[in-house]
């Protein structure tokens, strides 16, 4: 083993995918797989904190999810409020701070509000970072960027952007501000290992 393979991550991405062939490997239906998914979630965080890991980034539910069948997308928002009511207390026992990336505008009230709750009564916890990324899209990110770029540019009175603006508004990468993402998983069972030299590693 190389001391690089015995490095511990700062920062590891997930995405939440393979649900379904989950379930429908041991002929049980899609939402199984998905309320499987979220206790993996729980465990992984443990996992993650055991292994002083700072940042853990999940891709939760993309932009491109809404256009699954509507009772699957049903159950998936009712399936994420009842995992904040009953692990939100546990996650911030843990010292987890929770932060959500993505479009809220588009998700009910009720789900807006758990994520502020979630956000806000775990906000000063440091043990580990959890960006939970939902109804995000690389597009809907970019727009943010540059929202923001233009106010900051607009209160500073400048003209052009410098990089460092628009790389520090980018909303996701915000969060790993202090640490890029190293790893990220997929259920498939692949590891992309992205190096500091910016080259992706397969393994
Ligand atoms: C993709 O699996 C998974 C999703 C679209 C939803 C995953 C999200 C959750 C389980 C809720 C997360 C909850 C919190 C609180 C963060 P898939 O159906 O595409 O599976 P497949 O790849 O096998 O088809």
Redesign the pocket.
Known sequence: MTDQSKAVPRHVAI??????????KRFLP?FF??????DA?VRIVQACIDRNIEHLT?F???SE?WK?PSD?VSG?MG??LA??SR?LARMGAMGVRIRIVGDRDAVSEKLRNAWNEAESSTQHNRKLTLN?A?NYGGRWDIVQAARAALAELKQAGALIPNQSVLINTLPLLEAQASSEIENIVT??DRLFQFQNTGERADQ
Do not use: C, I, P
Request: glycine share 12%; charged share 20%; net charge positive.
């Open positions: 995405v939440m995918d393979g649900n379904g062939r989950w379930a429908k899609r797989g998905h309320k499987q998914g979220v979630l999940v939760a539910f993309s999810n699954r699957e998936l399936l994420v995992a904040v692990y939970v939902f259920t498939a």
